[in-house]
C-alpha cells in the first residue's frame, strides 16, 4: 500500500508538499478548500498549474477530501443545491491541479437512502454531468450513523450513479470499525475484504483511510486515533500495508498525530514498519 496523509494547504498549496515532505508521505489527500465553508475558494490559476508540475515528482498521488457541509440526503433545497455546487466546484477544480477527483461523505440518513433515492440520484447525475470527463466521486464509508455505515449504502451509491466509470469508494478503517466491522484481526479482516469484494468490488476501491479509532467496535462514534493507540489495534494496518491487493492503492492517514498536529512521521514511520 501507498502510504498517504491528510496534510494542511494553509498559506498555499506549497504547503501542502511541504508538509508531505517532512512527514516523509508517498501521497498527499488536501481539501480545495476551508472544510466548513460552502465556497470552494481554489487556489489562482498559476498556483494550481505550479503545484500539478511539481507534485508528481515527490507523489504516487493528490487526492481531495471534499467539504464537510456536502449532504446528497439534505432536507431542504438550499442545501442540496449548495451541496451539488460544491461537488461541482470541486471536481472542476481537480484536474487543474491534477488530482484525479474527491473523496466526500454522502450525508446524513435523514430517512435513509431509500427515501431520499430520486433526489440522490439527481444530484450525483447533475454534478457528473457537470464536471471533467475523468473527475472521480469517491463515496466514504461512514462511522454508522450517517450514509455508508453499511457497505450496501457505498454499493447503491455506486449501482445508481449516472456513469459508473466515474465513481469509486474509499473505505475509512476506523469508521468501518465504528459501524461494527471487526477488522482488527486476520480473519475478520479477510472476512471484511470479501465482503466489499462481494457486495461493492474491490476494484471500486479508490482509496483507504488509514486512521485507529478512539471508540470501541460498533460504537458508532468517529474519533480517529493514531496508529497502534486505538481500539482497533495495529494489526490491521499490516494487513494492509502486505497485501498484494492494495500495492498500487494509496491509504491516507487522518490521525490527531503524536503532537496534535495531524497525521506526522511517527504515524507515518509507525506504517513503513509494518512492511515486510
Ligand atoms: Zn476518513
Ligand atoms: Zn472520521
Known amino acids: 500500500m501507498i502510504i498517504g496523509a491528510h496534510v494542511p494547504t494553509a498559506g498555499g498549496l506549497k504547503t501542502a508538499l ?31 498549474a505550479e503545484f500539478k508540475k511539481s507534485w508528481q515528482k515527490k507523489y504516487k498521488q493528490v487526492v481531495f477530501h471534499g467539504i464537510y457541509l456536502t449532504n446528497l440526503a439534505g432536507a431542504s433545497a438550499e442545501n442540496l443545491e449548495k451541496t451539488k455546487t460544491a461537488l461541482i466546484e470541486t471536481l472542476t477544480l481537480a484536474p487543474k491541479i491534477g488530482v484525479v477527483g474527491t473523496v466526500f461523505h454522502p450525508g446524513t440518513y435523514n430517512g435513509g437512502i431509500k427515501k431520499n433515492a ?14 471533467p470527463a475523468h473527475s472521480m466521486l469517491i463515496y466514504e464509508n461512514s462511522a454508522g450513523s450517517t450514509i455508508g455505515g453499511k457497505l450496501e449504502d457505498l454499493a447503491w451509491l455506486v449501482n445508481n450513479s449516472s456513469d459508473k466509470s466515474r465513481v469509486g469508494v474509499c473505505l475509512d478503517t476506523c469508521h468501518a470499525f465504528a459501524s461494527g466491522y471487526d477488522i482488527s484481526t486476520k480473519n475478520s479482516y479477510e472476512e471484511y475484504i470479501k465482503q466489499v469484494d462481494k457486495i461493492i468490488g474491490l476494484e471500486r476501491v479508490f482509496c483507504w483511510h488509514l486512521n485507529d479509532s478512539k471508540f470501541g467496535l460498533g460504537e458508532k462514534r468517529d474519533r480517529h486515533e493514531n496508529i497502534g493507540e486505538g481500539k482497533i489495534g495495529t494489526d490491521v494496518f499490516g494487513y494492509l500495508m502486505n497485501d498484494k491487493r492494495w500495492e498500487n492503492t494509496a491509504g491516507y492517514l487522518e490521525v490527531p498525530g503524536f503532537e496534535d498536529k495531524g497525521p506526522d512521521l511517527k504515524n507515518i514511520e509507525i506504517l513503513k514498519g509494518l512492511r515486510k
Open 18 to 48: 511541504k508538509v508531505g515532505e517532512e512527514i516523509q508521505a508517498e501521497a498527499l489527500q488536501i481539501f480545495p478548500s476551508a472544510p466548513l465553508q460552502w465556497k470552494i475558494r481554489g487556489w489562482s490559476d498559476e498556483e494550481c
Open 118 to 131: 430520486e433526489q440522490i440520484k439527481e444530484v450525483i447525475k447533475a454534478v457528473l454531468e457537470n464536471t
